[in-house]
């Protein structure tokens, strides 16, 4: 497969006049399913971070973690959650809470002194679910490491040869969209083992519409 030649602007298109109008801007997600690639195997189990360039309006959501200055900081800086080391420490041992926090929040940034820390409180909740926290310097600009969180988005490969994420929302250029599909399948790409090859097929649709295959 020759992911250059993929029309996604089109099938974005098209995937927009398949979808009924909804009271919401929907999501437009990108569907890869891949081939010949064995799950058991570490390498085959893809989890990373893309920063896409043209970042959909729907808001990221990040959690910062750190100790009482850093909090500050990163509070003033723009971080939806801004957790203590005393917040952090109260969540041992409440599974719930921290199951709430790993499903509310997209990333996690945490002062890197405390990493230990929140490894043995909601590593077992962020672990699995290809969450944990990117560690910042003490001193390091949040500003600057927010607005980087928030133009990302995850790509995971588990239990299924497939990797679906959102790259946009229905009111963006198709230009645009498609730039942020192909950073993706661009990092997909460098992460399998045969490259293009493991791709099967690339489908595009709305948060409430059917995928539409790109040609």
Do not use: W
Request: a positive charge; one cysteine or more.
């Amino acid at each position: 497969m020759s992911l250059r030649a993929l029309d996604l602007a089109g099938t974005f298109l098209k995937a927009k006049e398949a979808a009924r109008k909804r009271n919401f801007t929907q999501s437009v997600e990108l569907i890869v399913k891949l081939r010949d690639i064995n799950l058991k195997s570490p390498e085959s189990r893809i989890n990373k971070a893309i920063e896409l360039p043209n970042p959909p309006k729907k808001a990221v959501k990040i959690c910062a973690i750190g100790g009482g200055d850093f909090a500050l900081r990163a509070r003033a800086a723009g971080a939806d959650l801004a957790m203590t080391k005393e917040e952090l420490e109260r969540l041992a041992g409440d599974k719930k809470a921290a199951k709430r926090l790993a499903e509310e929040y997209d990333f996690f940034i945490a002062e890197a002194s405390l990493m230990p820390l929140v490894g043995k409180v909601l590593g077992p909740v962020l672990g699995p679910r290809g969450k944990m926290p990117t560690p910042i310097p003490p001193n390091a600009p949040l500003e600057e490491a927010l607005a980087k969180h928030r133009r990302m988005v995850r790509i995971r490969v588990k239990d299924q040869p497939l990797v679906q994420c959102s790259i946009g929302t229905e009111d963006m250029d198709p230009k645009r969209v498609e730039e942020n599909a192909k950073a993706v399948l661009g990092a997909l790409e460098e992460s399998l083992q045969k490259g293009a090859k493991n791709i099967e097929s690339v489908r595009l649709k709305l948060t409430m519409g059917p995928s539409i295959k790109v040609a």
